[in-house]
């Protein structure tokens, strides 16, 4: 029996109804889907197929021991963490932390001697903030199951010392950082600033979290903000080449995409124009890119914002979000279909697919809800503002 629109298919057999080919959802995810032909275009980065990918220099350490600790410690004064650094010496003097998530659950957090101190605690806040605060459903439980760790630096020089930096052309592959995480290779790198610890972290939630639904309806956001030129792709360039400059997880131009939308909609700088034609400002995102708004609102809380103010969703965008959502997801997986993975990971992506897009409608469905609310809704303003203290934590740290 052929498989329909937007149902998985067997790419190793002629198994899609006819007009439609058995596609590739989304790079390095092994996903395939039946979707019409004229979907793909070549506004892809040379080199990444549907299997899952890491650059040939890569190379991964054992997993840190997961320690609750008060603040920032010295690695030297956690004896098992220490013990874990002897076979990294780069940590052996350097910094550790944690995100938990309780019950023993949470994601380790490591810096190298040369960071300071108060900037891997600025991170780690910031990376609280996204992970716990401004998701709808706090993803450090699914990042946790995934082997997910954070490693700080406080400037690009630090990168090709990493201990994953075992590099084929050292002082190279590393220049820009280690980059987002993925469960093959669960190390997120980040810089000691809102806009790289956030970037980054959306990054590995593309990879970890996010479902087959939400990916490929970005890929189609994308498609069609290329074909604007709203979007201009600026790393056609290969990424498994040994000799060219890349991360461990090569991001696809649709992660890309939409991770400069995700920072248009929390205002984090200008997030290279010349890329996304986008002003900074979630109503700026709603009137160039609607739909990028539309699929962030089923991702993030609409009150978690950088400057403590509650922006709810207007009345009249639930009907319009749900023809971009149905649009943008036309031929997309059903929500509940997980990514092919093994034991724990295949459960994770189911319960996630669940939580974060079950259908365009249902998520429409909230900002409905969230739009009947009182102003200052769900949580009273101090809780917002707590929210994101960011300008407050720099001003603390610079």
Excluded at 54 to 61: D, G, K, L, V
Excluded at 71 to 87: D, N, T
Excluded at 153 to 165: C, I
Excluded at 339 to 354: C, F, N, T
Aim: glycine content about 8%; charged content about 20%; proline content about 9%.
């Amino acid at each position: 029996m052929s498989s329909a629109l937007g149902a998985p298919c067997d790419a190793a057999a002629t198994s899609c109804a006819d007009g439609l080919n058995c596609a590739c959802v989304a790079y390095q995810r092994r996903l395939h889907v039946c979707q019409p032909p004229e979907l793909h275009d070549n506004h892809e980065r040379r080199g990444l197929s549907c299997e899952r990918a890491t650059h040939p220099s890569a190379r991964i350490m054992s997993a840190p021991p997961l320690r609750a600790v008060a603040g920032v410690q010295a690695v030297a004064s956690l004896p098992e963490v220490a013990a874990w650094a002897r076979r990294y010496p780069f940590y052996a003097d350097g910094w550790y932390t944690s995100i938990l998530a309780g019950d023993g659950v949470g994601l380790p957090v490591l810096a190298g001697a040369a960071t300071p101190r108060e900037r891997v605690d600025f991170a780690s806040r910031v990376a609280r903030k996204f992970l716990v605060d401004a998701l709808r459903e706090p993803a450090v439980r699914a990042l946790a199951a995934a082997g997910a760790r954070i490693v700080v630096a406080s400037s690009t020089a630090e990168w090709p010392q990493h201990p994953e930096g075992a590099l084929a052309a050292p002082g190279l592959v590393w220049a820009s950082g280690l980059g987002g995480g993925a469960p093959w290779f669960p190390t997120t790198g980040v810089e000691a600033e809102p806009s790289s610890v956030i970037e980054e972290l959306f990054h590995t939630l593309q990879y970890t979290v996010l479902p087959p639904r939400a990916v490929c309806s970005y890929y189609a956001l994308y498609r069609a903000a290329a074909r604007r030129r709203l979007y201009t792709p600026r790393f056609l360039e290969g990424v498994l080449d040994p000799s060219e400059p890349s991360e461990p997880v090569p991001t696809s131009q649709a992660d890309e995409y939409f991770a400069m939308a995700m920072l248009r909609w929390f205002e984090i700088g200008d997030g290279f124009p010349d890329e996304y034609n986008v002003a900074p400002g979630r109503e700026s995102l709603w009137a160039s890119d609607p739909g990028a708004w539309c699929l962030l609102s089923t991702i993030f809380r609409p009150e978690a914002t950088l400057n403590g103010t509650t922006l709810l969703a207007a009345p009249d965008r639930a009907e319009r979000c749900a023809a971009l959502l149905g649009d943008a997801g036309r031929a997309c997986p059903a929500a509940g279909v997980a990514w092919p993975a093994d034991g724990a990971l295949r459960s994770v992506a189911l319960a996630v697919s669940l939580v974060f897009i079950a259908a365009p409608l249902a998520a429409v469905a909230a900002l409905v809800l969230l739009a009947l609310l009182p102003r200052r809704a769900a949580r009273g303003a101090a809780d917002v503002e707590a929210l994101w203290p960011l300008e407050e934590m720099r001003a603390a740290y610079t």
